[in-house]
């Protein structure tokens, strides 16, 4: 089996970077949470149409912003980026994440995820 015959295919593929969603009140880089969702029902209209395509999104690092959370304790440990990341999609990014939600549990749709500098803790076990 060659390393092409391992690799995804998709007909469409779009990337992001750099959103920056979450971090405190007065201090959030991200403010577009409608546009978002209607990019996203449209990566799905792509993958449910006529044409049925393949689609990835890669969100291409950044796409949360851990460095922007107004906590005196430090992130860098699995239980408190948990708690980070469930505070933003509760919060100030419950429209993105439910956008997310449905984009992958849509039949033909993937996420390609990779890490910046403010989501690194996206990594942790």
Do not use: W
Not at 19 to 27: D, K, S
Not at 58 to 76: H, Q, S
């Amino acid at each position: 089996m060659s390393s092409s015959e391992l690799l995804p295919r998709f007909d469409r593929l779009y990337a992001i970077s750099d959103l920056h969603i979450g971090g405190a009140e007065g201090a959030r880089v991200f403010q577009g949470e409608d546009q978002f969702k209607v990019l996203i029902d449209d990566l799905i209209g792509k993958a449910k149409g006529e044409e049925r395509n393949r689609v990835a999104l890669v969100l291409n690092g950044d796409t949360v912003d851990f460095l922007a959370i107004d906590k005196p304790e430090p992130l860098l440990t699995p239980e408190r980026a948990c708690e980070a990341l469930e505070e933003m999609a509760e919060t100030s990014a419950e429209r993105v994440f439910s956008a997310l939600s449905k984009f992958l549990s849509t039949e033909r749709c993937t996420l390609v995820l990779t890490l910046g500098n403010h989501d690194v803790e996206l990594a942790l076990p």
